[in-house]
C-alpha cells in the first residue's frame, strides 16, 4: 500500500526499494535492474569496468570504440600515482561510420601495437564498449595476438554497456585484474602483510593509510588499484589478507582470491572515526593469530598495540578539533547518497559524530544486507532508499528538510537546484576524506558548506 505522503510522485515498482525507518516494517530490497523510465542515476558496465581498472598507473588503457566513450570517462577517478601517470592519457580507438561498417579489429591491431611500442607500459587492458559488441569485433583475439608480439599481458576488458549496470562492470573489471594476479612471485613479502582492495587513492588518501600501517609494522603488497601498479597486483597473491575497502567493486575479487589462494579477507571502511578505528583493531587481530614467525623483526611485538597506540594518539588530537564544528552544525539535516552501501553506513557515522542529523540515506549498488545495516544506525523518520532517481531525490529533499546533500557529479544539480548545500563524496573529488585527518577535512568542509553566507540571499 502506497503512502500518498512519501510515494505519490514516484514508479510503480519502486515501492520495495523506499523505506521509511520507523514507519515500514519491510526490508528494503536492493541489488535490483533499474526500472524502465526511470532516470537512474546507475552508470553504464563500461564506465563500471574502467574506474576500478584505471588507477593502475603503468598500464595501458585502450577503450576501444568511439571517442565519446573515452572521453565521458576520462580522469573520471581523482587518483594519484607516486610515480607513472600513464593512466592519465585517454586512449581510444575512434571508432567511425566505416569501422562500424566493416570492423574495427584492423585498427584496434594498428593502434595497440603504436601505443606499446611508444609508451612501454607494464600491460594494456582493452575495454569494449557498446558498439564492439554489436558489430562483433573478436577483441580478445586481438589481444591474444598482441601480447605473443609484445611479450607483456594485454587484456581483453569486455565490458560492453548493455549488459547490465556500473555494479556488473566491477564483476568485469575483477575478472579483468584475476588474470594477472599469481603470475609474479619476484616480490619480497613480510608474512604480516596486506593487500588493500577497493581503494583508488582520491586526492591520496591511499598514501594516509599507508603510514598508519607502516607505524603498525604491516606491507601492503598491492593496493587495487589506487596509485596500482602491475607487477603489485601479480604478486598480491602472496600477501596474508586482503582487505576489502570498496565492497561493491572489489568482493568479488577477494572471494576468487580466497578461493584460488587460501587468502582470507575482510570488509572495513576508512571514513570516520568508528570505521577507520576499526579497519587497524582488524587488521592486527587476524595478522597477530598469524603467530610471531622465526626470524621476522615484527616477533614479540603485537599489532594490535600498535593498532591501539595509533589510535589513541590520532583521536587525542582529532577529537578536540572537531568539537567546535559540532558545536556550530547541531540542528542540521543531511541527505546521503552515494555508489556504494559501505560509504554511505560511515557517511551516516561521521555525520552523527559532528551534529548532522541523516534523513535521507541511498545507494547505486547496495543490496538487501547492506540496507539492513544502514537501517540499523539510522534515526527514525530516516528515508532509505535503493537505486533512486532526480524526482525522487528531490521530492525526499523537500519533505524531509534537509539543507545538505552529499553525493556525486549527479547529485550536485539536484541540491544547488533545490538551494542547498552540497559536498562531493565522489570519485573525482579533490580532498582527501578517509582516515582520521580525512574526519578532520570532512568537518570542516561540512561547516563551510553549511554555514556559506550565500544561504542569506536564499529563500528556500
Known sequence: MR??????NFLEGRDAQIVTKGKDTRE?????????????????????????LYPIADALHLVHGPIGCAAYTWDIRGAMSSGPELHRNSFSTDLREKHIVFGG???????????????????????????????GDDVESVCRQMEKRKGIPVIPVQSEGFQGTKKDGYKIACDAMASLVGTDDSKEVSPYSINILGDFNLAGELWILQEYYRRMGVQIVASITGDGRVRDIRNAHRASLNVVQCSGSMLHLAKWMKEKFGIPFIKVSYF???????????VAKILDSRGPQTGDSRAGHGLFEAATEIVRSELTRLLPALEPYKRALQGNK?????????????????????????VIAGTQTGNTEDYRLLKEICDDGCILVDDSNPVELSEFVKQTGANLFIGGVKERPIAYKLGIGFCDHNHERKLALAGYEGMLNFAKEVYETVKSPVWDFIKR
Open 3 to 8: 503512502d500518498s505522503a512519501t510515494m505519490s
Open 28 to 52: 528494503l530490497a536492493g541489488g535490483r535492474p533499474s526500472i524502465p523510465g526511470s532516470v537512474s542515476q546507475r552508470a553504464c558496465v563500461f564506465c563500471g569496468s574502467r574506474v576500478v
Open 105 to 135: 579489429e584492423k585498427k584496434l591491431f594498428q593502434v595497440l601495437d603504436s601505443l606499446i611500442d611508444k609508451y612501454k607500459p607494464e600491460a594494456a587492458f582493452v575495454y569494449s564498449t557498446c558498439i564492439v559488441g554489436v558489430i
Open 334 to 358: 543531511a541527505a546521503i547518497y552515494v555508489g556504494g552501501a559501505f560509504k554511505a553506513i560511515s557517511l551516516v557515522k561521521a555525520l552523527r559524530l559532528i551534529g548532522v542529523k541523516t
Open 272 to 282: 570516520g572515526i568508528e570505521d577507520m578505528s576499526d579497519a587497524l583493531y582488524e
